[in-house]
Nanobody
Framework: QVQLVESGGGKVQPGESLRLSCAYS????????IGWFRQASGKEREGVSW????????KYADSVKGRFTISRDDAKRTVYLQMSDLEPEDTAVYYC?????????????????WGQGTQVTVAS
């Protein structure tokens, strides 16, 4: 089992930044990657970004490319999502999750364990 805990959410104005953290409970030798997803009210959950825990390869949804950056700190067992130039459309609950599969990164059913989520609200 793996426990994931997200933090760093909050309310910001359009154009501002936030950094989300996803702390995981143990060394992830048997897990392949961590992904960030989000779910806005009334909408389906969507993949935002993904990082390979081995070689550090990253992927992003088109809607966040150039604005969001995913990174990891193995010593702290934490994956970060730096979000810049936030837009009202980024408002959602953000989740991190881990997968032990080499699969389509934005398909949430491929992920094994999920955090509880952190709310991000972008409004003026």
């Amino acid at each position: 089992q793996v426990q994931l805990v997200e933090s760093g959410g909050g309310k910001v104005q359009p154009g501002e930044s936030l950094r989300l953290s996803c702390a995981y409970s143990r060394v992830m030798l048997d897990y392949y990657a961590i992904g960030w997803f989000r779910q806005a009210s009334g909408k389906e959950r969507e993949g935002v970004s993904w990082i390979n825990l081995g070689d550090g390869t990253t992927k992003y949804a088109d809607s966040v490319k150039g604005r969001f950056t995913i990174s990891r700190d193995d010593a702290k067992r934490t994956v970060y999502l730096q979000m810049s130039d936030l837009e009202p459309e980024d408002t959602a609950v953000y989740y991190c999750a881990t997968t032990n599969r080499l699969a389509t990164w934005y398909i949430d059913t491929f992920y094994n364990f999920w955090g509880q989520g952190t709310q991000v609200t972008v409004a003026s």
